[in-house]
């Protein structure tokens, strides 16, 4: 859907079109892993592959599900895993990442393919955030973490506190190193790097939608640290631009990765060049010299070797392997008996699993199988055959954010009938409102959603799979809570009896 690689030596931003937030990377020889913040999503921390920092592979989840259990089988929107950082020592993957409500944990792995370990809790306490693991040249170990302001009632400052060298705990209550009050409001995702014998730690501020890259510099780890804005948004369309990870090549160039919020499209990666100026960083370009870049938005692809193929992380599913596609995630952590995939048939069964008594509409239910929108434009189609039990039994395509829309065959009263439902301000609770559209021809429905410029979708029907039928009127996505809209399937119940009817979803394609 998005070819960052333009083919001729240049690329141009994002070079991932998704809401893959809060990145950081790291170099391992000639490859580059990249991890992002996944919230409640399930299976969560995701890392992309690349050999030229521009053409991205999804190549599997770190978290297969989310710790504690129970408390993550029901949704949490906006909770869970925020903003990780991944680094490579001595042999070994380390990935640390903060869960505001319950502290910073690690999980690592000798392959980058896993299996990874089950998190331990390296730092407990509320309002713990945005890691960053240092292993200095002496041999000591430390762990930079900012605060969220919404658990633990102060934000904007950086802390840095000694861990034993294994990684696993933390030593000490830790020091301020950075206060960003004055001039540096909402100061938060600090990443550690050494060069030159000066300390760094970029960090952004301002706020995600408006805010700039900082970097803090000093010769001793503990500061004082001085402070320089080395990328804003400048002249250029890249709102706050900021948060991200310096990685350099192997033959020795500088280049940092970060986001910008994009609203309902999530908060998608971008990547600029990064050059040094009297030991300070200057990240994007600086017309005017004054060491403070702006984004790029086309530019020389770095050098790294053979042309690679042109790639994005994967988006369409024919559902005709053991597992689905990796670009699918849950609401919540999944159980076992929610879906499976029917390889001789190139099917995934959808069981219209029980709604929680407590959910108002589907903002609170776990068994949504979800991805990220995967460009500014596309258009998403699926075919399914729908094999209903009992009265109020549900299978469909659904855009999800606050506010959703989803279409959906119905089993009402013996029949089949086709719904869609529109749901503004799901994230407060409020009721769906469902338009009905007939009745359905058969068992088999072929559903579609077109994704257009400003979020704007436009949904569809068939039941032959060449004739579709436009619904009328438009709905316009909205993002979640931190996060992208997103597109998926489902398959609910409202009764429960001892079985339950499915959907089998013959393919997903996007196009």
């Known amino acids: ?34 991890v992002s913040s996944s919230f409640n999503m399930a299976p969560g921390l995701p890392i992309l592959h690349s050999k030229d920092l521009v053409n991205w592979t999804l190549i599997g989840h770190a978290l297969p599900r989310q710790i504690p259990f129970d408390h993550f089988s029901k949704v949490q929107h906006g909770n869970g895993v925020w ?53 200095d040249e002496d041999g000591k170990a430390y762990l930079a973490h900012a605060y969220a302001g919404s658990r633990a009632g102060i934000k904007s400052i950086v802390v840095l506190k000694r861990m034993n060298i294994e990684g696993t705990k933390v030593l000490d209550a830790g020091t301020i190193v950075f206060d960003g009050h004055d001039q540096d409001p909402t100061l938060e995702g600090p990443k550690m790097y050494k060069r030159n014998g000066y300390y760094y730690i ?28 080395v990328m804003d948004q400048g002249s250029s369309r890249v709102n706050g631009p900021h948060q991200g990870a310096w990685v350099n090549t192997a033959g020795g160039e500088d280049w940092f990765l970060h986001f910008r919020d994009k609203g309902a499209y999530g908060r998608v990666v971008h990547l600029q060049p990064m050059k040094w100026r009297n030991d300070w960083p200057v990240i994007g370009e600086d017309a005017d010299g004054d060491g403070k870049g702006t984004p790029v938005s086309i530019y020389k692809k770095p050098t790294t070797g053979p042309a690679q193929p042109r790639v994005n992380p ?18 919540a952590n999944p159980m076992a008996y929610w879906a499976h995939t029917n390889v001789s048939a190139g099917t995934m069964r959808l069981f219209a699993v029980r709604v929680p008594d407590s959910t108002h509409n589907y903002w609170d239910v776990p068994n949504l199988l979800l991805q990220k929108f995967p460009a500014d434009e596309f258009t998403a189609t699926t075919k399914l055959t729908f094999k209903p039990r009992l009265q109020g039994d549900r299978a469909g395509l659904i855009v999800m954010g606050m506010d959703y829309a989803q279409l959906s065959l119905v089993y009402r ?55 579709y039928t436009d619904i009328p009127g438009e709905f316009t996505a909205r993002e979640g809570r931190w996060v992208g809209a997103k597109v998926g399937l489902f398959a609910t119940g409202v009764q429960q009896s001892n079985d339950a009817g499915w959907a089998d979803v013959d393919w997903f394609r996007i196009e």
């Open 1 to 34: 859907m998005w070819a960052p690689d333009n083919g001729d030596g240049t690329f141009k931003n994002p070079v991932i079109n998704a809401d893959y937030s809060d990145p950081d990377a790291v170099r391992v020889g000639s490859d580059f892993y990249l």
């Open 83 to 135: 903003a990780p950082a991944i680094r490579y020592h001595k042999q070994e993957f380390y990935i640390y990442y903060p869960d505001p409500d319950f502290g910073i944990y690690m999980t690592k792995a000798a392959s980058i393919k896993g299996p990874w370990s089950d998190p331990v809790l390296v730092a407990g306490g509320s309002g713990l955030i945005d890691p960053c693991p240092f292993w």
């Open 202 to 229: 970029p960090a952004p501020a301002g706020g995600v939608a408006t805010g700039w890259q900082l970097a803090l510099r000093s010769k001793n780890i503990y500061g004082p640290y001085e402070r320089k804005v």
């Open 314 to 331: 994967v988006e369409s599913d024919e559902f005709d392997t053991v597992q689905p596609g990796l670009q699918w995630q849950w609401q």
């Open 413 to 467: 009263d013996s029949i089949i009938y086709l719904e869609q439902g529109v749901c503004k301000q799901a994230d407060k609770g409020k009721k769906e409102a469902l338009t009905s559209l007939g009745t359905a021809t058969g068992k088999d429905a072929w559903l579609r959603v077109k994704v257009m410029p400003g979020a704007k979708c436009k949904f569809s029907y068939s039941y032959n799979g060449n004739d």
